[in-house]
C-alpha cells in the first residue's frame, strides 16, 4: 500500500516569512495529492489539491509543487499570518482505487511567531 | 448544523461497554469514512463506504464494527475497547470515494478507562 512520510513535524516561522512543508510518497501510481488544514480543537479542511497532470498549484498565498520522478510534493505558504497557525496534512491516494481512501503523513505543526 | 455532524462529541466507556458512534452528513454525499487520530498516527484510515458498500478495512481490529446502513448515516460500533484505543474518531464524507474533497465532521472524543 501506499506510504506517506512529511517533514518536519514542527515549523516554527516569523510572521511575513514563508514557510515550506515537504511530503514524499511510496506508489508511483499515486495521482492525487491533497492538502488538509486542521486549526486547533477544529476538523481537517481541504485547503489546496494537486493532480498528477500538473507540476503546480497555487492559490494566493498557497502553492503545492509536485516532482513525479522523485514522488515528492510539497506546500508553500507564502507571507504568512498568525492564522496560518495550524497542523498541516499531506495526503495521496491513487483515483483510480479511489475506493481505498487517502493515506495521510503524519502532520506538521506549524506556529507562526509574532 | 450542516455538512457532517458527530454524536456523541465525548465518550467515556469502559473495556466492557458496548457503544456506538454515529455520524450523519447531510451534503448528498455517496462515501463515508472512520478516521483515528491519535498522537502516534495522527489521520489513520479505519473503514471507507462507497453508496452503502464497504470497500475498505485498514486492517482494523473486530471489537470495532462499522455500519452504513444508507448513504447519510455511518456508525461505528465499539465492544470491549483497549486503552489504547482511546482517540479522536473522525467521520468523513464526500461526493463518491475517491477524488473528491472529503469534507470532516468534528469527531467524538473516546476516552477507554
Known amino acids: 500500500g501506499e506510504n506517506v512520510e512529511q517533514h518536519p513535524s514542527t515549523l516554527s516561522v516569523q510572521e511575513g516569512d514563508s514557510a515550506v512543508i515537504k511530503c514524499t510518497y511510496s506508489?508511483?501510481?499515486?495521482?492525487?495529492f491533497p492538502w488538509y488544514k486542521q486549526e486547533l480543537g477544529k476538523r481537517p479542511q481541504l485547503i489546496i489539491d494537486?493532480?498528477?497532470?500538473?507540476g503546480e498549484k497555487k492559490d494566493q498565498r498557497i502553492a503545492v509543487t509536485l516532482n513525479k520522478t522523485a514522488k515528492h510534493f510539497s506546500l508553500h505558504i507564502t507571507e504568512t499570518q498568525p492564522e496560518d497557525s495550524a497542523v498541516y496534512f499531506c495526503?495521496?491516494?491513487?483515483?483510480?482505487?479511489?475506493?481505498?481512501?487517502?493515506?495521510f503523513g503524519k502532520g506538521t505543526h506549524l506556529i507562526i511567531q509574532p | 448544523e450542516t455538512g457532517v455532524t458527530q454524536t456523541p462529541r465525548h465518550l467515556v466507556m469502559g473495556m466492557t461497554n458496548k457503544k456506538s458512534l454515529k455520524c450523519e452528513q447531510h451534503?448528498?454525499?455517496?462515501?463515508m469514512y472512520w478516521y483515528k487520530q491519535s498522537a502516534k498516527k495522527p489521520l489513520e484510515l479505519m473503514f471507507v463506504?462507497?453508496?452503502?458498500?464497504?470497500?475498505e478495512n485498514n486492517s482494523v481490529p473486530s471489537r470495532f464494527s462499522p455500519e452504513c446502513p444508507n448513504s447519510s448515516h455511518l456508525f461505528l460500533h465499539l465492544h470491549t475497547l483497549q486503552p489504547e484505543d482511546s482517540a479522536l474518531y473522525l467521520c468523513?464524507?464526500?461526493?463518491?470515494?475517491?477524488?473528491?474533497?472529503?469534507?470532516f465532521g468534528p469527531g467524538t472524543r473516546l476516552t477507554v478507562t
Open positions: 468523513a464524507s464526500s461526493q463518491a470515494a475517491g477524488r473528491n474533497e472529503q469534507y
Open positions: 506508489d508511483s501510481a499515486s495521482n492525487y
Open positions: 494537486i493532480r498528477s497532470n500538473v
Open positions: 495526503a495521496a491516494m491513487d483515483e483510480r482505487r479511489g475506493a481505498d481512501g487517502l493515506t
Open positions: 451534503l448528498g454525499h455517496n462515501a
Open positions: 463506504y462507497n453508496f452503502k458498500e464497504q470497500t
